[in-house]
């Protein structure tokens, strides 16, 4: 039983490093964001309501939807890279299912194709509303391993 | 000679329209986002570099570069609409040309197709660095206009 | 214990009126694909490799596997609206994430959101090389149900 | 003055490797399509209306547009990469901006970014109808260069 995908891992400090070069995307702290699951092939990032992310009918704004989920499907593709690996988002679609209304927004990133140059992850974002989970939208991305580039660049 | 795209204006005060539900888009300010250009179809949207806005390199985020295309892409399409509509923006689909490494962002959006129902975009993103422009981003993005349920509600 | 999804079907004779429409498909008989499955929120469209569907490497043409699965699905959307109504693709976004290499194409469509005006959906490709089974393929798409005017007019 | 992009041309037979490298592409064949322009960074192709590519409503299909739109944008691409390169499609994202209703449609793809591994082109579609061209479709998409696997394998 495993919360990760199946796929091989590269890296065996793959959750400290995921972890490390997630603390290092500023805008993850100044919007509120949290990491609170690392797995082979799997990141959940966690982001509280506030007027600081909201758009203009006090909804989490579709760009910080996308924002979370680039990253939860980001960070899924990079645990399973090598050690000293960095990552790139290439490109990613977003279709927003549902209006991002309440107080809790929460993306499940999961890799569908590691590659040795390319990756594709989905993400699905969830809001909770008054301790009710809704997926208000979809995302589908491709990613570039960075070879000899430290995605932790001290 | 004009600025803006060709397509029909509804609302004669679209300019008060789009600014009104800008200031109210309250992950704009708390970035340091600002609209610099609205026009019939086209909207520009600066957001200057600070390590509030960066990704794990020091580059911008590659959320953030959609935060903004999708604000810029869906309030160019919002200018079109009729006093009282409302915007949502129903899927954006962003690639990321180049790093997104600068000290200014730019986000330039534009109406394509206006519809009654939907309306289809395109942004471009550029980066600055050094005072040189560079295309960092694309975007195409799918918009619904809400009808009888004002944008901007007091 | 069932096939399809759990959203409510508002044609009971769904599988009739998806089976009419895809009839009238000229490319889908042109290609020589056909429809294998239908359940509520659920198609599956299946299409043999030939000469007639290859690109440049004798694989299958990427718009071809983009073809079939914007049928499937757009069928499968189309499921779960009412009797007289007809269905357009508003946007799909592919990923090709393996060579469509193999004897056979299933594209597997499935509904994510149905709704009032717009529906989302999402589809699986998978190509069969010597009996084996390998998602190459990945979609995310956008509907527009057209009420008022059949899919299917006489 | 010229007709294709200002990036650089690295085969100076770009257009023969282009060219063979789509007579291979069976697809085009089979649903009647021609390739009428090649120029660096540059390509169109044109696909005259048959029962042999419609929908149920008796226009283009939208995966035969999104067929025409691939292959112009990956040849686009195509034209700048190497002598003894492949390319292929890594993704792309197709908005169905007005029916392709007509009798002509013509796919014109351009190159954003070339890069050495991947590289950005965009196509917009045109559907001609009594002789009247109106935009259909937008595309954005990712190719990826294959080195040392010549596209057009004898």
Chains 1, 2, 3, 4 share one sequence.
Do not use: W
Not at 11 to 18: C, S
Not at 34 to 56: F, N
Not at 65 to 86: K, N, Q, R
């Amino acid at each position: 039983m495993s919360l990760g995908t199946d796929f091989p891992v590269r890296n065996p400090d793959f959750e400290k490093a995921v972890r490390d070069s997630f603390a290092k995307q500023g805008i993850m702290d100044h919007i509120g964001a949290t990491m609170t699951v690392v797995a082979p092939g799997i990141c959940e990032i966690r982001l509280p309501y506030s007027d600081d992310v909201s758009q203009q009918h006090g909804f989490f704004h579709g760009g910080v939807v996308g924002t979370i989920a680039d990253s939860a499907g980001g960070y899924a593709g990079f645990s399973l890279m090598e050690a000293g690996d960095g990552v790139l988002t290439v490109e990613f679609k977003l279709n927003l299912t549902a209006p991002a209304d309440g107080e809790l927004l929460i993306a499940r990133g999961r890799v569908v194709r590691p590659g040795r140059s390319l990756t594709v992850s989905t993400a699905e974002v969830s809001v909770v509303k008054n301790g009710r989970e809704t997926v208000c939208a979809i995302m589908q991305q491709t990613l570039m391993r960075i070879v000899g580039r430290a995605d932790v660049s001290g």
